[in-house]
């Protein structure tokens, strides 16, 4: 067994614990709420009813919750809501913020 450097025990640390990163929608007045329920289900897996409360959420409070990933897989997601809303003419936004 080789000795480690203090570099290789944080990369070693950070294999194991992976930061977790919390995508969020965002309300606004344009974007449909069947367009919205939509991403839910097909972006984020959410059965019709989760997304339907998920949906009601951001319209009432401005901001939900969708799911919590990894910062590659939440910055995909951003990315898909992103291109989805701009092909469809949306104005709909997605954040992600570190757990
Ligand atoms: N506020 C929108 C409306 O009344 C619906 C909406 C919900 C938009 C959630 C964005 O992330 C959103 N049509």
Excluded: W
Excluded at 13 to 25: A, H
């Amino acid at each position: 067994m080789g000795t480690s450097t203090n570099l290789e025990l944080l990369d070693e640390i950070e294999l194991k614990y992976p930061k977790k990163y919390k995508v969020y929608l965002l309300n606004d007045d344009y974007t449909s709420m069947d367009f919205v329920i939509d991403i839910l289900i097909t972006v984020f897996h959410k059965t019709y009813k989760e997304a339907e409360n998920i949906m009601l959420e951001v319209h009432k409070k401005e901001k939900g919750l969708c799911g919590v990933y990894t910062h590659e897989i939440a910055e995909t997601k951003v990315m898909q809501v992103h291109k989805r809303a701009r092909d469809n003419s949306f104005p709909l936004k997605a954040t992600l913020e570190e757990e």
